[in-house]
Nanobody, 121 residues
Framework: QVQLVESGGGLVQPGGSLRLSCAAS????????MDWYRQAPGKQRDLVAY???????NYADSVKGRFTISRDNAKNTVYLQMNSLKPEDTAVYYC???????????????WGQGTLVTVSS
């Protein structure tokens, strides 16, 4: 079972920036999708952004123009660069990677442990 380790969350002032990272514990052979979700207190978990195997990206309307998803295949890592942060971006952010890993024929669908992003002055 692959493990995803997230980092980069924290407290930031409105208008500030953060970069989240999510690293897989094993070497990825083939990516299906790499996603970022977020869950605000008392709300459901929502998709924020995703990047496909071909590199296509898509974003929730609420973050378009402010957030950028990217990946480093050599490091088995997906990133979320968050700029112009707003208080309403406060949430626990989760990564999700659906992929085939080297040495295994099984498609794995794994989630990170979540990292808290708080936007407040």
């Amino acid at each position: 079972q692959v493990q995803l380790v997230e980092s980069g969350g924290g407290l930031v002032q409105p208008g500030g920036s953060l970069r989240l990272s999510c690293a897989a514990s094993r070497s990825i052979f083939s990516i299906i999708s790499m996603d970022w979700y977020r869950q605000a207190p008392g709300k459901q978990r929502d998709l924020v952004a995703y990047i496909t195997s071909g590199g296509s990206t898509n974003y929730a309307d609420s973050v378009k123009g402010r957030f950028t998803i990217s990946r480093d295949n050599a490091k088995n890592t997906v990133y979320l660069q968050m700029n112009s942060l707003k208080p309403e971006d406060t949430a626990v952010y989760y990564c999700r990677i659906r992929a085939y890993y080297r040495g295994s024929p099984q498609l794995e669908d794994a989630w990170g442990q979540g990292t808290l992003v708080t936007v407040s002055s």
